[in-house]
């Protein structure tokens, strides 16, 4: 088992594709956390969440690395390393207000 995460390296500067998490604010569902993909910039919600959206969309497409995103912390996670990773300065800005569903 290798110690450190070989995806970091591939991680973009992406733009967020919603407010919220995006499958959540379609279907009127709420969310605990918000985890942004760090390759294609997808907004899901964390594996607290009723819909798991984070974990479903690094199922359907591979994408390996997500930012905690509500605020941006500077931590990030791999999913294939199962590991928290450092992103230091390297955070995604967010677009506007987060939407809550109360
Ligand atoms: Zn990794
Ligand atoms: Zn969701
Ligand atoms: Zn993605």
Known sequence: MSK???H???IA?????ALGCEECLKI???WVHLRL????GHVGCCD???NKHATR???ATGHPIIEG?????GWGWCYVDKKFVDLGGCTTPQRGPIPRFV
């Open 57 to 59: 969309h690094f199922r």
């Open 4 to 6: 450190t995460c070989t």
């Open 8 to 10: 970091l390296a591939g």
């Open 28 to 30: 009127g569902s709420s």
């Open 37 to 40: 993909c760090r390759t294609c």
């Open 13 to 17: 500067g992406v733009t967020p594709s």
């Open 69 to 73: 995103y509500d605020p941006p912390e």
């Open 48 to 50: 607290s969440s009723p």
